[in-house]
Nanobody, 120 residues
Framework: QVQLQESGPGLVKPSQTLSLTCTVS??????????WGWIRQPPGKGLEWMGA???????YYNPSLEWRTSIFRDTSKNQFTLRLSSVTPEDTAVYYC????????????WGQGTQVTVSS
């Protein structure tokens, strides 16, 4: 059973960089044909896909967020990290990490989500 757990600060000040880490257990982040992504849900809005890192280490991002988003990994710890720079209150959301199959495009395992609030 694959399990994902998000961790990071719950409060970030405007203009700072948000950093969240997803720790994966029950499966390797280098396992072929599975990618690992970040998705967020602002209050009262739908899910927004932010980006992902492939099992190979390549990354791809939502074009609307690409200029301030980066995702990287630590294979020794089986973790991947999201960094979002220049945050504003509009980045307040519940942030989820999840696994996606390259074969089906389905996000099949999700973390429980972590609330991040951007406020001074």
């Amino acid at each position: 059973q694959v399990q994902l757990q998000e961790s990071g600060p719950g409060l970030v000040k405007p203009s700072q960089t948000l950093s969240l880490t997803c720790t994966v257990s029950g499966g390797s982040i280098t396992m072929a044909y599975y990618d690992w992504g970040w998705i967020r849900q602002p209050p009262g809005k739908g899910l927004e896909w932010m980006g992902a890192i492939q099992y190979s280490g390549s990354t791809y991002y939502n074009p609307s967020l690409e200029w301030r988003t980066s995702i990287f990994r630590d294979t020794s710890k089986n973790q991947f990290t999201l960094r979002l720079s220049s945050v504003t209150p509009e980045d307040t959301a519940v942030y989820y990490c999840a696994r996606v199959s390259e074969t089906t495009g389905v996000y099949d395992y999700w973390g429980q989500g972590t609330q991040v609030t951007v406020s001074s």
